[in-house]
């Protein structure tokens, strides 16, 4: 029987490599089994990879979204037309900030779609929009003169309705001119602010100039005040007429 030598140093070299081997193997067995295990759990069991997100669907929800904002933005412009007279809101507008920014988001959209072809830069801009603004007068070019014109069309409003009325009692329901009413009914406000020591934003505009300038016509600060009395008046005027009636006639059944 033949014996094999295996000398010491080689024998121990061979022992560690074998029991590296073993080491590994284990290693990447428990590897294995914990990436099974986690994978099985109900979270990741129940995983499912996002490859049906609507993406066409929440892109059009929000242009829809973007499209009704816009809708009600427009709505405030129209209504500040019927009471302003024009669709000119200031820079500095304090009772609606948003507005102005949106007016000068439109002029500036409109600036662009007519300078480039890009619509990706004209924030929304199309030829709907730009008939819609356009049918209420809106001008894409702020004008300079703006304030002071808007100015000269009051004060030339209020100078023809005390030449024809004889005062300045601009009567709540004047279906001839609501912007007038409308006016009429901010001065008041804004001076009653102004008096109050109020911030400049509640005053609306109203200086000591202005107060002067009004006061020069004949306004009246207080509107109801006045009107209750002239009310009075005429009620008085009425009844001196039905005695009247009556010392004619001898009863006051007047007929319709």
Known sequence: IMSTFVPDKQFDSTIKIISNLRLSIESEDRNDKNVNSAMSSPIVSNYE???????????????SSEKQKWERTYEKLKQYKVEYGDTDVPARYADNPQLANWVRTQR????????????????????????????????WQV?????????????????????????????????????LVNWVGRQRLGYKNFRAGKKQSLCRGM?????????????????????????????????????????EYGHVDVPR
């Open 49 to 63: 990879p996002m490859t049906n997100v609507p993406s066409k669907t929440i892109s059009k929800h929000t242009v």
């Open 108 to 139: 500036a959209s409109y600036k662009q779609l007519n300078a480039s072809n890009k619509k990706s830069k004209c924030r929304g801009m199309c030829e709907d929009r730009i008939q819609l603004l356009e049918d209420i007068d809106f001008q």
């Open 143 to 179: 004008s300079e003169y703006s304030s002071s014109k808007r100015q000269s069309t009051w004060e030339e409003m209020c100078e023809k309705y005390k030449a024809e009325y004889g005062h300045f009692n601009v009567p709540a329901r004047y279906a001839d001119n609501p912007q």
């Open 207 to 247: 200086t000591e100039v202005r107060i002067q300038l009004l006061e020069g016509i004949g306004f009246q600060w207080q509107g109801s005040a006045l009107i209750s009395s002239k009310r009075q008046a005429a009620w008085g005027a009425m009844f001196e007429k039905l005695k009247q009636y009556k010392a």
